[in-house]
């Protein structure tokens, strides 16, 4: 999306819900209607409790060795409820 600073805030948000962001960045095109995940080393198990902390995104499963993260998340339009429920998930 367009929204200035969504990455780093949601980055935030994921990390206090014990998960490690290794970077941010904007997606190209910043159109996204809806958001997803890109899966790219994650076994179905850990997808499953990734999906489930994130309220059951959608997945695009796209293997590639080079990489170093495990799943990608891409933030779409409909962005705050992805928000919404990671801030229930705080502690």
């Known amino acids: 999306t367009h929204v ?3 990455a780093r ?3 935030m948000l994921l990390g206090y819900c014990g ?6 960045g904007n997606a190209k095109p910043q159109s996204y209607p809806r958001c997803f995940l890109v899966n790219r080393r994650l ?3 850990q997808l499953e409790v990734l999906q489930l902390l994130l309220g059951g995104l959608p997945v695009l499963q796209e ?13 779409g339009a409909d962005h705050l409820r992805l928000l919404e429920n990671l801030k229930a ?3």
């Open 43 to 45: 076994n179905p198990g």
């Open 89 to 91: 998930r705080l502690p």
């Open 9 to 11: 805030d949601c980055g």
């Open 19 to 24: 998960l490690a962001p290794v970077g941010f």
């Open 63 to 75: 293997f590639d060795d080079r990489r170093t993260e495990d799943a990608v998340l891409v933030l």
């Open 4 to 6: 200035q600073g969504l």
